[in-house]
T-cell receptor, first 110, second 116 residues
Framework: RKEVEQDPGPFNVPEGATVAFNCTYSNSASQSFFWYRQDCRKEPKLLMSVYSSGNEDGRFTAQLNRASQYISLLIRDSKLSDSATYLCVVLTVRAGKLIFGQGTELSVKP | GAVVSQHPSWVICKSGTSVKIECRSLDFQATTMFWYRQFPKQSLMLMATSNEGSKATYEQGVEKDKFLINHASLTLSTLTVTSAHPEDSSFYIC????????????FGPGTRLTVT
């Protein structure tokens, strides 16, 4: 079983749609959680950290459920520029490294 | 701030040759640098962690004699792919932290290696 699992997609949605990405992680000792965005042939860029209380940044909302070991990202009012691959990332401090999911590809169409 | 550069951005080499990739932190001192590899449609996989002035720590399954890492200064780490083969063709990305630990990693733009 992979340490971090995501639905690879692709998700094809029209502009203005709301789309949700899910992620599960297997290591209950994981301590920090992030969503990164990666454009084609580019490096990943931090989109937002994820907290148990849930957090929002504009059109983006992230949620963490530690009991279920589940992370989500909600994008409202999708824009063409949101087209990218979204990576769920988990950090276990003891291991001292980030573990990346394989990413979920989003394509927003006009 | 917190800019990480990589050089070259892409390279094509013949099978059996060695390729060196540089990772530089431009405006901060990187106590730790990480090297990742990403195959198409797959996750970033950590290859090794390097701390300035000490030997790199390699992840399980990564051959340390094939992927030589040198972190000689607080702003430069190099990854040398020795005796490259077509299966080494991949996207290699480095990241660096500046003392806040693994929480905050700044990624380089990546190097696309193609071995023919």
């Amino acid at each position: 079983r992979k340490e971090v699992e995501q639905d690879p997609g692709p998700f094809n949605v029209p502009e203005g749609a709301t789309v949700a990405f899910n992620c599960t992680y297997s290591n209950s000792a994981s301590q920090s959680f992030f969503w990164y965005r990666q454009d084609c042939r580019k490096e990943p860029k931090l989109l937002m950290s994820v907290y148990s209380s849930g957090n929002e940044d504009g059109r983006f909302t992230a949620q963490l459920n530690r009991a279920s070991q589940y992370i989500s990202l909600l994008i409202r009012d999708s824009k063409l520029s949101d087209s990218a691959t979204y990576l769920c990332v988990v950090l276990t401090v003891r291991a001292g490294k980030l573990i990346f999911g394989q990413g979920t590809e989003l394509s927003v169409k006009p | 701030g917190a800019v990480v550069s990589q050089h070259p951005s892409w390279v094509i080499c013949k099978s059996g040759t060695s390729v060196k990739i540089e990772c530089r932190s431009l405006d901060f001192q990187a106590t730790t640098m990480f090297w990742y590899r990403q195959f198409p449609k797959q996750s970033l996989m950590l290859m090794a962690t390097s701390n300035e002035g000490s030997k790199a720590t390699y992840e399980q399954g990564v051959e340390k004699d094939k992927f030589l890492i040198n972190h000689a200064s607080l702003t430069l780490s190099t990854l040398t792919v020795t005796s490259a083969h077509p299966e080494d063709s991949s996207f290699y990305i480095c990241s660096a932290t500046g003392g806040t630990g693994v929480y905050e990693q700044y990624f380089g733009p990546g190097t696309r290696l193609t071995v023919t």
